[in-house]
């Protein structure tokens, strides 16, 4: 087998495992877990090992500067919520967070794979992102929005924390909502249509609907919450080509341009696809996939925890190869990321809190033979 097929293999039993933990696991998963447990002899040692807290400590030590409990209560206080850490073996979760942070391919390999000065290198270490925004009013002014604000920012506009709120107009005008890299935000438009914004992203939208349609303009990733009301249909434009068709339902788009196509997942519902001359209406639980030349493709089953795992805080990878974790790194953490060299063949699997600091992230890099320097806010990817 390909070291990188292997590893691939390895680091979705890790995360399977790490749901086994967490007692999260669904059954298709757990049929999934044991049919690989079952494959091997070594599979099934891999995952007896999560059996022996001993062999745990010692494994956990070998990944890096940690020491006993120290390092057992520094991981489940960053990885696992209370609750859920009272509910499972802290212990066995916690080795398999360190598992799943660090995505190791072989349980037995133990060389140095990047300089450990590297993260150390990252002197003022790099927060995760927050609630911030940029408001631009019909009339061209500018407000700035964070999580601490509390304020009235015009007739009918409230802003608490993290989220615009509009209510009744006495004029429409149109006004954009803009989230930097680093930053998110939550707005509920005056016909009541919650829309959560992600980094790099922005919202265009009227301060009131009037007409036979409610029209907004996205870009980057966000995901609606549309009020229903079918006299007045939703239309969420894209590009100048592409658009989705709503009456009431739930469902997240990620255009973002450096990505290689635009994605609609539905969650409940139904909407419709438009590009170019072709159309196509989604039933909940399908994914709408538009590619460079305005093609339309349909996933019958797509992925909901990897559409929204941004709106619950989380990097979800499923296959993901490098340049996929990269981009999001580099939007949540508004860093820039270059390539030096051939850019490695590696897959990732998993999960990572969006909470964490940039260098814990980076920790766990640093052992899937992935190299890097740092420069700043620039990191360089190195093969």
Do not use: C
Request: glycine share 8%; hydrophobic share 40%.
């Amino acid at each position: 087998m390909e070291t990188d097929e292997k590893g691939a293999l390895l680091q979705r039993a890790s995360y399977l495992i790490l749901r086994h933990l967490r007692d999260e696991i669904t059954a298709a998963e757990q049929e999934e877990l044991q049919a690989w447990i079952a494959a091997s002899a070594e599979n099934q040692r891999f995952f007896d090992q999560f059996k022996n807290e001993q062999l745990l400590l010692n494994k956990l030590q070998q990944l890096g500067s940690y020491d006993t409990d120290a390092a057992w209560d520094a991981f489940t206080s960053r990885h696992f919520p209370p609750a859920k850490v009272r509910t499972m073996p802290w212990k066995w979760a916690a080795a398999a967070a360190v598992l799943l942070l660090a995505g190791i391919y072989f349980w037995n390999q133990q060389k140095p794979l990047i300089k450990q000065t590297a993260v150390a290198e990252l002197v003022n270490d790099v927060k995760p992102g927050t609630n911030k925004a940029i408001l631009t009013l019909g009339d061209g002014s500018t407000v700035t929005l964070d999580s601490t604000g509390n304020k009235v920012i015009g007739q009918g506009i409230h802003q608490t924390g993290g989220q615009l709120e509009y209510g009744d107009q006495a004029a429409v005008s149109f006004n954009t909502l803009t989230t930097p890299k680093g930053g998110q935000f939550q707005i509920t438009l005056a016909d009541g249509t919650k829309i959560w914004l992600n980094a790099a992203s922005s919202l265009r939208y009227p301060t009131a609907f009037v007409g036979g349609t409610r029209k907004v303009e996205v870009t980057g990733e966000a995901y609606f919450e549309v009020a229903k009301n079918a006299a007045m249909p939703f239309v969420v434009q894209i590009n100048p080509q592409t658009a989705v068709e709503v009456l009431g339902t739930s469902f997240n788009i990620n255009a973002y341009t450096n990505e290689a196509s635009i994605k609609t997942t539905l969650l409940e519902g139904a909407i419709g696809i438009r590009s170019h001359e072709q159309f196509r209406l989604l039933s909940p639980g399908q994914q709408a996939q538009v590619n460079s030349q305005g093609e339309i493709s349909l996933v019958e089953k797509a992925d909901l925890d990897e559409a929204l795992a941004w709106k619950h805080d989380i990097f979800y990878f499923r296959n993901a190869d490098l340049q996929t974790v990269m981009r999001q790194l580099e939007r949540w953490y508004d860093v820039e990321i270059s390539y030096s060299g051939k850019i490695p063949a590696r897959r990732f699997q998993g999960e990572i809190q969006r909470n964490l600091n940039l260098s814990d992230v980076l920790e766990g890099l640093k052992n899937t033979e992935i190299n890097f320097s740092i420069e700043g806010r620039k990191i360089i990817v190195q093969p």
